[in-house]
């Protein structure tokens, strides 16, 4: 008997976001920032319990992984392991919709980022990515929405209120990126000053 296997970005979108993808104009960046959070989640699977303190998946840019590291010496031990990390990575990232050929790794803001993070690494930097930095926040509140897209924006936030398996932290995250993913696109939209 031939099993049937489903991706697990495909259940996401069946069980979790239950969001008439239609109406629902952002749905893209959503989907994204929900698979790099998945994604950044399984980082202790791929790392081991060595490195899984040392380390933190960070932001997933096309298909290059980025990682702060705790030190100029875990950058070297990883780096051994590069290619076997990325082999392990694989399945985990393809059953997202991902994919990743290369992991950057970094020092430099190792604190910043653990900070971020909070004790257990549970408050992914996922939805802070592929917000353009050219615009700001001041940009972004002279963005209004029509009352379809609020309508909409309530059932995101009552959606992702709803996931019990993230920390409150990590929901405003994804609930302010997809909004700003959003407001993103129609800044984009609008004629040069």
Same mark, same amino acid.
């Given at each position: ?11 996401l979108n069946e ?33 081991g319990k060595k ?56 020092? #430099?803001?190792?604190?910043? +980022?653990?900070?971020?993070?909070? $004790?257990?690494?549970?408050?992914? @930097?996922?939805?802070? *990515?592929? &917000? ?5 926040? #001041?940009?972004?509140?002279? +963005?209004?929405?029509?009352?379809? $897209?609020?309508?909409?924006?309530? @059932?995101?936030?009552? *959606?992702? &209120? ?32």
């Open positions: 008997m031939a099993k049937d296997f489903s991706k697990l970005s495909d259940i069980s979790v976001l239950t969001v008439n993808k239609e109406s629902w104009r952002f749905g893209q960046a959503f989907d994204k920032s929900m698979s790099c959070c998945m994604l950044f989640k399984f980082w202790k699977n791929v790392a490195f899984e303190k040392l380390s933190i998946p960070y932001e997933l840019k096309g298909a290059t992984l980025f990682v702060s590291v705790m030190s100029p010496a875990v950058i070297q031990e990883l780096s051994f392991f590069k290619k076997e990390l990325i082999e392990k990575y694989a399945p985990y990232a393809e059953g997202l919709n991902l994919k990743i050929t290369d992991i950057r790794f970094d020092y #430099k803001n190792w604190s910043v +980022i653990k900070a971020s993070f909070g $004790e257990n690494n549970s408050d992914s @930097k996922a939805f802070d *990515t592929d &917000i353009p930095d050219y615009y700001t926040q #001041k940009d972004y509140e002279t +963005i209004g929405l029509d009352n379809i $897209e609020e309508e909409e924006f309530e @059932k995101l936030k009552k *959606t992702i &209120i709803n996931i019990e398996s993230m920390p409150p932290l990590l929901k405003e995250k994804m609930y302010n990126n997809a909004l700003n993913q959003y407001k993103a696109q129609k800044l984009r939209k609008l004629p040069p000053k």
